[in-house]
């Protein structure tokens, strides 16, 4: 291993702690809301299938434009 593969390692894994810190705070927070405000819990859900299908669409039209050039 060089130098660089050594330090995306550590960038990677200080970045998968932090995401996985952030996740848990957002299962937290759905789990509080499943059980005590319902709408509140509904509204999470829609806005996560907003986003996640935004990105899949902004990642599908990239594959797209990368293809043809």
């Known amino acids: 291993m060089n130098e660089k593969m050594i330090l995306a390692t550590l960038k990677n ?4 702690r932090l995401f996985l810190t952030f996740e848990g705070i ?3 927070i759905l789990l509080f809301s499943v059980l005590f405000y319902f709408p509140l ?3 999470e859900l829609k806005i996560q299938f907003i986003l996640i299908s935004t990105f ?6 990239v594959a797209k434009f990368h293809k043809r050039s």
């Open 41 to 43: 819990f509904i509204l």
């Open 26 to 28: 957002y299962a937290i």
């Open 56 to 61: 899949y669409l902004i990642s599908w039209g």
């Open 13 to 16: 894994r200080k970045r998968n």
